[in-house]
């Protein structure tokens, strides 16, 4: 079992495998949106996003808290294999049995309302995801550490969805072939995931105890639902409230912000199992040291995110998607500010506590912040649509940060990070002042776009080295080893 229990595994090199998950999640996705947006119109697009909206509460549903649980749980059980193949088969059985009763509460629904039946062949296509939860297993791959098999099944797939809807997806009357075409990605990826996981585990049927997980998995379930509800009420009250035209403009910025989300959240995921051990083994001095480690590198990698979307959102909306959706890119500068402000609260708060067994008071946090959301959506999209929609989701995820770092202070503790808060203001300022020199000389082109990233990106990295950042300079000068020969 030594392929399974190796836990000398780089986390440099899991960061690097987990990095090119990552950018294969946003880059096809991302180069796909750019072609249907040209293809179907808003308002089509609108009502897929509103489908992919209600799929996900029951997908959510369906899942109960093993995504997030099951981590912890194959990371837990990893030293022995018998303990690991039990957890799994009780894990699994339970994730079979709540995919098949909320797939059966999904299609009742869709049957049962007048509004999904006038589209009733997109919401049952979109449907199929949810049944096919009961096979993803991604929650074990991950307790593993076994990332480099995430990143090559997810390039395959994800290449063949993307070469699939670049040929088959050519007119506004395609939108069906579109969503079948990313219903298959999704049964692709966890078929070959269930057969994969046979190198790692043996399916048991005999002397399982499924009621050892309920009470976690109910409680992360509440959690995750109520995490949902903050994170697609906005969809769901924009298409009930406004119009599909509306949800479509919104849809495009939440997805660039998405995108780069999943870039400041890349560092997070990977270390979930190492931090579980360390605190399982109670090396508290490394914990909190990877905690703050970790917290800055989110800050140093999302500041610059959020400066340069004011600066070049215009441009980057208009031309990746067409001019009919310039009103992304507004809706962006606001929802940009999630990029820093979800990451320190996903950490501090939604890791710090699961793997302290601090459950229920996630669910507290999640459940004002579900409430937040909701009440600031009713009152902002009546007047402000898509831009109020994007105004209640950065108070709501500010809620749910301060209240996961008041209730999670109590169990870690960070080493000088006030002094990186210090640093990366100075720095930004002077990314602020290279591009708004960059906006007086240049023309309005992707060569513009290509100079004011590069140039601010330089200078923001050479402030923060020069001001003495410790992780800063830390990679700075790996890199520097590596590429330079050594004298």
């Known amino acids: 079992n030594g392929g399974i229990l190796d836990m000398n595994k780089s986390l440099v090199k899991n960061s690097v495998f987990y990095m090119i998950y990552n950018i294969l999640n946003m880059l096809f996705p991302f180069l796909t949106s750019m072609h249907v947006a040209r293809v179907i119109l808003p308002t089509d697009i609108g009502e897929i996003a509103y489908a992919q909206n209600i799929v996900s509460y029951f997908s959510i549903l369906a899942f109960l808290g093993i995504p ?21 088969s009780e894990l699994f059985l339970i994730n079979f049995i709540s995919s098949v009763v909320f797939s059966f509460a999904y299609y009742i629904l869709i049957f049962i309302t007048p509004s999904f039946r006038e589209n009733m062949a997109l919401y049952s296509v979109m449907g199929i995801t949810v049944i096919l939860n009961m096979l993803n297993i991604s929650w074990l791959y991950e307790g593993l550490e076994e990332f480099g098999f995430i990143s090559l099944r997810n390039a395959v797939f994800k290449l063949i969805m993307f070469m699939l809807v670049i040929f088959s997806v050519r007119s506004r009357q395609d939108v069906l072939r579109y969503v079948t075409i990313t219903v298959l990605g999704v049964a692709g990826n966890n078929i070959i995931n269930v057969v994969h996981a046979n190198n790692y585990i043996r399916f048991q049927k005999n002397n399982l105890n499924l009621i050892r997980h309920l009470r976690s998995i109910f409680i992360l379930a509440a959690v995750n639902l109520a995490i949902e509800i903050y994170t697609l009420i906005d969809t769901t009250m924009l298409g009930i409230m406004s119009t599909k035209e509306h949800v479509a403009f919104y849809y495009y910025a ?14 997070t995921m990977v270390l979930v199992p190492r931090i579980s051990l360390y605190y399982k083994e109670n090396r508290i001095c490394e914990f909190n040291q990877l905690l703050t480690k970790t917290l800055k590198i989110i800050i140093i990698a999302s500041v610059p995110m959020i400066i340069g979307l004011q600066f070049t959102s215009d441009f980057l909306f208009s031309h990746l998607f067409g001019s009919s959706y310039i009103v992304s890119a507004s809706v962006e500068r606001i929802l940009c500010f999630v990029l820093v402000i979800s990451p320190v609260g996903y950490l501090l708060g939604s890791r710090v506590m699961l793997v302290s067994n601090n459950e229920p008071k996630m669910a507290i946090c999640v459940g004002m912040g ?11 999209i009546r007047r402000y649509n898509e831009f109020g929609a994007a105004i209640a989701s950065v108070i709501s995820e500010s809620i749910v940060m301060l209240m996961y770092i008041y209730q999670g202070k109590k169990i870690f503790r960070l080493y000088e990070f006030e002094a990186t808060i210090f640093k990366v203001c100075i720095a930004g300022i002077s990314e602020i002042a290279v591009l708004l020199f960059c906006s007086q000389i240049l023309h309005e082109n992707w060569g513009k ?8 990106s330089c200078v923001y990295i050479a402030s923060l080295a020069l001001l003495g950042e410790s992780v800063t300079r830390e990679y700075v000068s790996r890199i520097l080893n590596r590429i330079m020969p050594k004298v």
């Open 370 to 380: 579900a409430i937040v959301n909701i009440v600031g959506n009713y009152f902002l």
């Open 449 to 456: 776009i290509l100079t004011e990233v590069i140039s601010a």
């Open 68 to 88: 997030t649980y099951g981590v912890r749980e194959i990371a837990k059980a990893r030293d022995s294999k018998n303990e690991l193949s039990a957890v799994f």
């Open 254 to 267: 939440s997805k660039i912000n998405k995108i780069l989300l999943q870039i400041t959240n890349t560092v």
